[in-house]
């Protein structure tokens, strides 16, 4: 999430009430998570074994919970908990506003779109030219549609994140305000479910097709003209390269790279990343020659055992 | 369901023309299903094979299709048919009412609830504090939200049991009359559906929180704290105790317990009770520790066997 | 689809801007995809693999992309791209109307039917007498409800199939204008999506109930008094007979046949056609019998191999 202007980090220290290291004109741009961050990003860091890992990141200013050594051209906020302060800050910069009306007035919607009855289009959602949104959608705030998009009936684009961190009194929520992007000629199918970036953006990217039944997780990335099948179950933080094909049912956990061109044969789970211009099956997936020699070997193995004892 | 008020033998007899055994003043005070009967409620049984349970179990009226003794302490209604005169009594005291309105005049909001545009809340229904209720979610007649509860765009509360019974003539259905209740700071995320009880209720209790996609059948309990991972298919009358973890993709058949703490791995299928405090693997699951060794003997095997081919 | 009148070879070949071969007058009095046509219709081909299926099909009318001989009592078009041009066809005949009120004017609706709040009812569909529409359907253009028919909250009926064909300038999209048709008696649990046909209908056959989040894609015929269990994942063009039982989390194929009464396990892959009268398990299935005793060789193979390890 960019702010609305860049921030000073002494302006920042103020909004969360947090000890600040380093020049305190220094600029802040944008709050982003680890995985997502970049130059003139805040992000936040709770935990000794991420702590070289978020201070050397591309981020130039860091929300820490101990007062270590600032990297150089950088700054530091001291927190006592800063996973509850970044949540502070995402929530000043980008509040949950209830709807007025089943379309907001700040959505802006390009010529020549549809939308059907029963739609809900939120507050600040930018949709382009003539797209087609069907009935009982709900597209939640801050979403940004392309041009020529299609969504079926009763699919949902951003929806939170399923993110939550378990506290003595109970499971904190890390409450999110990032975006979903869905790029030109994107086609999502009836009743799916494409949930919003926690502080930055999931996207699906030009041409790419799902079928129905579909749940791409938080802060996911998927490339140009991939085929999703139904029932697609795509964890968050994961990044599906162009051209990619999924069949049915299939299950792609969190943080995993999925190869340009790669195939994904029905009801398979992948669990690690996968090169592309390849075909996998199985739960877990192999590479489906692979896997299918070994099923066939298995199946053998089994007759054999089986005709010995009777 | 209990009665608005505690009917007599004779009365209920009288409502549905059945023959009674015992005091005709003896009170009744509900109606339930067998797995969910306490004193004073009427229960049904209509096979010979679970009369002895239905006769012996805490429900002090019981509906049968044969004059057996009757249990001390306890009356008989007698029924030709006795699935058919339960769901005539169901009817009798909680009747399908078409809605008049999106937010039924019956529905009871607690103060700083939000109810987001095509949001469908049924008669009856009852909402606590600090909600957030997305949009186009359809919450049914009756069912009981706490407080600080949020549902995500598109899920449904309290659509009915999938339940009939096979007869000659076609699939008779087991009418759902029962409800759903979501205790405080349960959080439903997006196109999840909870099924109502038949005549009792499905419980989530406090803290709970689901992903996307999640289906709970009727008359199923899900303790405190549990996180329940996207695309979870949990059955009917099932018990998942306090602090359970389902990764995506989890299925667990009807009729189970889950013990507390168990954590069930991703695309796992549960069709036995499971013990808690234990992590779980594969179709059908195992301890994840006994499967993992399983697996890995088979590969080993098949790679022996394909090896030895060659 | 069958058009509103019987149309002349000339008049078709005008409309498209194609090449006729054969009487002029011919009649043609509908159109439709290979495997669902009859006498009268006009059907395509573009991939010489097809060319002698479809000119021995039930069509008599063929949009073909070359100048072959014409079966005796047939006639042709000729067309660089017959897909495009048959797209064009079904647009012309079905075009895409947006809808200008949540229960279309168009729409019929029988005696006695209940439609819920925020469901949505399109262009000339017809449901009939004592229905029950919950709350926030989707009942997409052309749609045929029967009687007695109950359709839970979200459920969408009728979204476009997914069918796209690979070009070098990105996917062609298959616009679909068949039909769904819901026959007397079918219950459609919540959060379910029934795609409609391609230029066919997809058929759901009398007394037939599914449970939540099923999926049943284009073209496929679902027999009488089936139970099919949450998450069903049915493709497209895929017949199953009357009364198959799939338990939950079934994934059938396209193109397939599931013969009658045939029970299906649940989590089970159906990869080919299956006989009816017996029951199947697996991922992909066999009949249980034979699976589960693969499965228990499998299990004492792992344990002599981890055994002897040790």
Redesign the interface.
Known sequence: MKFPRAYTLAEIGDLIQCKTFGDPDFKITGINEIHMVESGDLTFVDHPKYYSKALNSAATTILINKEVDCPEGKTLLFSQDPFSDYLKLVEIFRP?K??S??ISESASIGEGT?I???A?V?NNVQIGKNC?I?????I?DHSIIGDDV?I?????IG??A?Y?QKRPQ??K?FVSHGRVILKD?V?I?????I?KGVSGDTIIDE?T?T???C?V?HDTYIGK?C?I???A?I?GVTRIEDDVILW??V?I?KDLVIGKGAVIL??S?I?KSIEGGKTYFG?PALEARAKW??MA???????D??AKKS
Chains 1, 2, 3 share one sequence.
Do not use: M
């Open positions: 949950f209830s709807a009306s089943t549809i059907q009855p029963g809900f939120g087609l069907h009935s009982n959608v709900s939640y299609i079926h009936a009763n699919s949902v929806a939170d399923f939550f109970g499971f929520k000629r086609e199918g009836a009743s799916c479910t949930d041409g097709k079928d129905n039944h749940q997780g003209n085929l099948g139904a029932f179950a964890a049915g049912r299950s956990n029905a009801t789970g669990d739960l020699k070994e070997a298995l199946k053998k193995l089994a007759e055992f089986n």
